[in-house]
């Protein structure tokens, strides 16, 4: 359970105690290699902003460690899907969810889950780079010393950097502010800022679409690193590089009545070269969108 | 991340949220302090000029300042007001519109335009005061106009001048380039284009501005004092007379004087330029509204 | 020459022309003034430097301009406005802010349409009726009681106060704009990262609008200098220098007024004392808002 209330002092942080209970888990024998354990599922979900409905009965399993895309038309609510399992849907006030969002089968939704203990361990890179005016240091050590950081954390900025693969250019300007920085760069400081929370799960919206394209190759390289320490989500328009990039896919579309829903999902190549759906084979074959 | 990873994880970070959180319901209620005084300041005000509604009959606007409260009346000031708030709107009117205009419609970016625009944006943060030794020097002297009511409306004019500027900006902004390109197509010359639609569109933020500036002219104290306002006076002023009052002068004189019953009367004359006040602000609004529900983009 | 061959060049008309000189005129008249006003306090404080000496008047802490022996020495009258205005702003600085923070950041649609009046009304109130409500009701309701005999009727904490009033819907506005002038980005980042909503605003978008708000600060400041009537009612006319706000005392603002609304005849070195007084204060308030543009124009960042 995530425990937003006080606890007593002498007791373990709530987190540990849950993830005690997980290691419980990861104890029992494992299943084959090939089916992974599932890090996030959504079960049922809808949104809705007021009376619209954005996406109805979302039912996508996420695995982990491993690189899951949302690909589909745009307005058909991939965003907004992504958005749900950080909870970052919550800051527009008129915005609800219907069904469950699971991390290693804790319901994000549940009422006693803090929003905010919610997005330490779930990171996020946004289609904008967007560094804080702060020099890259301290946009590397925000999220650290805003969630109470017990280690070094000079090792740590270190550690999120190097496997942002950004550490050789800027060790030596670490004072710097992080604006200095050209895009692709800063998209990769944002990439380390959100790995120094050490969260279990990275979402992308859309990283490159504002990079040039050997930013863009960089990220996805990177990715492929990223991907044996966290479980990582990407939104992305651009098809080649759901196919290049990640490991599962699930195609969502708009349904006549404007609510997005899932298609199909799946390993990427069996979506790719042998879809199941004609909607996913129009769409991957580039008859719309 | 593997599930040992994440028990080392959860470890390593001491959140404390409810702490967190803690600090930011305390901040909140301090801006909630801090809204609450500046509320309840303006109630005190308020509850403070109450004094002056036991004095506020039609004696007292109709009556000359005196020497006993009791007989002492605001019409001198009332009517001084008045005209300074007119004379006022009527010399910064077309200047003020006139160098809006000249900066939105015709000026081209360059060093000049430039230092037009910083002047007018410095001159808006010079004290009063400073413009009432301008007006000593040049109005009351220079151009010998004494202690006149032209006077000091031309001084409170240039005091005023950059706020109706900054607003004639702003309302000739605010018409659309749809508009200015329509009537060049057919042909119109710049004046005739601005003269013809751009000027009519912007007229109900232009006249809002106006008269929201007079509101201001009619509550300044500092300046008329410089160039030669006097609190008793006992005669009806006229323009170009010398000798005037207008009524926060009168509040001046009023308020200085030690008997209770003068801060009464001082608040009475308060309330009248607060009604004054209030009443041009309401017809600004009136005036907007009515003007732009004519005009469909 | 029939209409297809008649030349498409048409000369400026002359009307055009000179309707746009008058409206350049219009425009330059700001620059008339600043000029205009420079060149009059110039010329008369000169005269009254050719009698006083410019580093007494500049470095003079007496000032005695009515009772012989005659001193001038600015320094006092510069003490007494420092005093209303650091006071103006100890009080408006928390309060704008506050305001502004909570205005940009939490505040409903439905809270702002009442918050934002609230504050134009106060910015709206004329400054003799702020003077009358400092002298008529903080000292005696809020000031005496709470120092009893050691605070006189005229003292520099009401006019400071009063000050506070006066400037904090400046500071409070201005700096809401610089709040708001921070791109959403930012926010949504430290929020991905589990930062709480006031972690949010402390340590990303407050620190990003750190320019502006500095900004405002000085700009208020320059209008808490440049204020008479508050502190001619609240602060009396008797100038000697003290850092005691429980005393009375005369700021630069309130000998200009005491002296003009006076019988001082004109040739007399009272009157010649006002411009060189008027001289210090146009030149600490234009400083002020130079370094506001400058700081604004400088250390604003770009996203």
Redesign the interface.
């Known amino acids: 359970m995530i425990d937003s209330a006080p606890r007593p002092a002498g007791d373990p942080p709530a987190a540990a105690v849950a993830a005690v209970r997980l290691a419980d888990m990861a104890a029992r024998p494992t299943e084959e290699p090939a089916a992974r354990k599932t890090a996030v599922e959504l079960k049922d979900v809808s949104c809705f902003y007021g009376s619209f409905q954005a996406v109805r009965d979302i039912n996508i399993s996420v695995a982990e460690r491993e690189v899951t895309a949302f690909i589909g038309p745009s307005g058909c609510g991939k965003s907004t899907v992504l958005r749900t399992i950080n909870r970052m849907n919550d800051l527009v006030p008129i915005f609800r969810l219907e069904g469950q969002i699971l991390l290693h089968g804790q319901n994000l939704y549940d009422e006693k889950a803090d929003p905010v203990e919610v997005r330490r361990r779930v990171g996020m890179v946004f289609q904008k780079p967007n560094p804080f005016p702060k020099s890259i240091f301290d946009n590397v050590a925000f999220g650290a010393r805003v969630n109470g950081y017990r280690g070094n954390i000079r090792e740590l900025v270190e550690q999120s950097l190097r496997r942002a693969a950004l550490w050789d250019e800027v060790k030596d300007k670490l004072k710097q502010s992080g604006l200095s920085l050209s895009g692709g760069q800063q998209q990769r400081l944002c990439i380390a800022r959100a790995i120094a929370t050490e969260p279990e799960v990275i979402l992308m919206d859309e990283p490159c679409s504002a990079l040039d394209p050997r930013a863009t190759l960089q990220i996805e390289e990177l990715m492929a690193d990223l991907k044996t320490r966290y479980t990582i989500v990407i939104v992305t328009h651009n098809m080649q590089q759901a196919a290049r990039a990640s490991d599962r896919t699930a195609f969502l579309t708009m349904g006549d009545d404007r609510a997005g829903y899932v298609v199909e999902q799946g390993r990427t190549m069996d979506i790719f070269t042998n879809p199941k759906n004609q909607l996913t084979e129009d769409y991957v074959s580039g008859r719309f969108g | ?7 080392a ?13 803690l ?2 319901t305390i ?2 209620g ?6 609450g ?3 309840v ?2 109630v ?2 308020l509850i ?2 109450l ?1 002056g509604v036991p004095w506020l009959d039609a004696q007292f606007l109709t009556s000359y300042p005196s020497r006993r409260p009791a007989q002492a009346g605001v019409l001198p000031a009332l009517v001084g007001s008045i005209e300074l708030g007119l004379i006022v709107a009527a010399v910064t009117f ?3 519109v ?2 809006a ?3 939105q419609e ?2 081209r970016d360059s060093t000049v335009t430039r ?2 625009r ?6 808006a ?10 007006g ?3 109005f009351v002297r220079a151009l010998a106009l004494g202690t006149s009511i032209m006077a000091g409306a031309l001084t409170l004019s ?1 005091l005023i ?2 706020v109706v ?1 900054v607003a004639s900006i702003e309302a000739l902004r605010a018409v659309p380039n749809s508009q200015r390109e329509g009537a060049l197509a057919l042909g119109a ?3 005739q284009m601005v003269r013809g639609s751009v000027l009519p569109a912007a007229a109900p933020g232009i006249v809002t501005g106006i008269i929201l500036a007079m ?1 201001r002219a009619i ?4 300046p008329l ?2 160039v ?1 306002a ?1 609190g008793f006076v006992t005669f009806l002023p006229t323009p170009l007379a010398p000798g005037y009052t207008v009524l ?1 002068i009168t ?2 004189d009023w ?2 004087r030690p008997q209770a019953d003068f ?1 009464g009367i ?2 009475a004359a ?1 309330i009248v ?2 009604v004054i ?1 209030v009443f041009l ?1 309401v017809l600004a609004l009136v005036i907007r509204v009515r003007l732009s529900r004519n005009i469909q983009w | 020459m029939t209409a297809a061959t008649s030349s498409l060049a048409r000369r400026k008309a002359t009307s055009e022309r000179v309707i746009e000189t008058l409206l350049f005129l219009a425009a330059a008249l700001g620059v008339f003034t600043t000029v205009g006003i420079i060149i009059v306090l110039a010329f008369q404080a000169v005269e009254f430097f050719a009698i006083v000496n410019p580093v007494d008047f500049l470095t003079g802490t007496v000032w005695s301009a009515n009772i012989q022996p005659y001193h001038f020495g600015v320094l006092a009258l510069v003490a007494s406005t420092m005093l209303v205005a650091v006071i103006a702003l100890i009080v408006a600085i928390p309060l704008g802010l506050l305001a502004a923070i909570y205005l940009a950041e939490y505040a409903s649609m439905r809270v702002r349409n009442l918050v934002k009046p609230l504050l134009e009304t106060i910015a709206g109130v004329p400054t003799i009726v702020l003077g009358f409500f400092g002298l008529t009701f903080v000292t005696p309701n809020l000031l005496k009681p709470l120092f009893g005999s050691s605070i006189g009727t005229f003292n520099g904490l009401a006019a400071g106060l009063v000050v506070g009033l006066l400037i904090t819907p400046l500071i409070a506005s201005l700096s809401e704009d610089a709040l708001r002038a921070v791109p959403r980005g930012l926010r949504e980042g430290s929020l991905a990262m589990g930062a709480t909503k006031f972690e949010t605003t402390r340590r990303v978008v407050f620190p990003a609008a750190l320019s502006g708000v500095m900004a405002s600060i000085i700009l208020a400041l320059s209008r808490a200098i440049g204020e008479t009537m508050i502190v001619v009612l609240c602060m009396g006319t008797s100038p000697k220098l003290t850092f005691n706000p429980l005393e009375s005392g005369q700021t630069m603002t309130a000998f200009i007024a005491q002296i003009s609304s006076g019988d001082t005849p004109q040739g007399s070195i009272q009157f010649k004392s006002l411009f060189a007084v008027a001289l210090v204060l146009f030149a600490m308030t234009l400083a002020l808002n130079l370094v506001s543009n400058r700081i604004v124009s400088r250390f604003r960042n770009v996203y």
């Open positions: 991340m593997t599930a040992p990873a994440v028990a994880a959860a470890t390593r970070f001491d959140p404390r949220l409810a702490q967190r959180k600090w930011g901040f909140l301090a801006c909630m302090v801090a809204i005084i500046l509320l300041s303006l005190l005000l403070d000029i004094r077309p200047i003020g006139g160098a205009i000249y900066l015709y000026a230092l037009l910083t002047n007018i944006a410095n001159l943060g010079v004290p009063s005061i400073i413009y009432g030794i301008f000593l020097a040049i240039l001048l950059p500027i010359t710049q004046w509101a509550g300044e104290a500092a004092i410089i030669g006097v926060p509040v001046f308020a200085s801060q001082a608040a308060i330029i607060l006040m602000n």
